[in-house]
């Protein structure tokens, strides 16, 4: 798909957006997506379901079941969240960033937080991130379907883009919430891609997940909560003296 057929999309979900007023993750893209699959079918014939690569979108289950509690321990600020089905994610904690990836969905969840200058802006941390980080989507204005301040986590300047491209592997999408405070940076990253029938439904699910149920849960661990768990983990119980009876 060309970019005048993006750009078109774009223009006709801001168009709907106005018109409704809505204001969600999920409902953005699922009306981005019906556009797309009205302008992908004037503007290409669908290929054969026999074609290699074009599997059933519901092949690849995403992870979208009870949320587990995941904790960063090697970065710079260490922080909390909460990962729907968190088994079945293959989790790296740093060096530098937080990375769980479910091969199976093509879904990759990449978060870090480092120092930075006082004074830093939102802009000097996104090309921070960029930096130490190239997978990082770029950003086309026109692919973009949801652009706005994010509440999480506390105490940050965080911008959430979230963004999705046609392309010969399937669609693929994008949250990117990257965020400035004093003296600190964040960013979280989530990507996924999905094929075949029911693609454009399949990523804007997956989407609403990333945003409403795993970035809105980020959270920094306060000195106090590490104090406190350190001291679970690392202070023995100290055994009775022998002969002492059990407790009733």
Not at 64 to 81: M, T
Request: proline letters at 8%; a positive charge.
């Amino acid at each position: 798909m060309d970019r005048d057929i993006v750009r078109a999309l774009a223009e006709l979900l801001r168009c709907f957006e106005r018109a409704s007023g809505m204001d969600r993750v999920g409902r953005a893209i699922l009306a981005a997506s019906a556009c797309l699959a009205t302008l992908a079918c004037s503007a290409a014939p669908r290929p054969p379901a026999s074609a290699p690569g074009l599997a059933p979108a519901a092949a690849a289950s995403f992870p979208d079941g009870a949320s587990g509690r995941l904790r960063s321990r090697d970065l710079d600020f260490p922080i909390e969240l909460r990962l729907p089905s968190k088994s079945a994610w293959q989790i790296s904690d740093g060096p530098t960033w937080l990375v769980a990836r479910h091969a199976a969905s093509s879904s990759e969840l990449a978060l870090r937080t480092w120092r930075a200058e006082r004074l830093v802006r939102r802009t000097e941390c996104v090309a921070q991130a960029r930096l130490a980080r190239g997978s990082i989507p770029e950003v086309h204005d026109e692919a973009v379907v949801d652009r706005r301040a994010f509440g999480t986590p506390a105490d940050f300047d965080t911008e959430l883009v979230v963004g999705v491209e046609p392309g010969a592997q399937g669609i693929s999408g994008y949250a990117i919430a990257i965020g400035a405070s004093v003296g600190r940076c964040y960013a979280a990253v989530f990507t996924t891609r999905v094929n075949g029938s029911g693609a454009e439904q399949e990523v804007a699910a997956r989407l609403g997940v990333a945003v409403d149920r795993i970035f809105a849960s980020v959270r920094l661990r306060s000195v106090d909560d590490r104090a406190v768990r350190h001291r679970m983990l690392s202070t023995p119980t100290t055994p009775p003296p022998p002969g002492t009876p059990p407790p009733r």
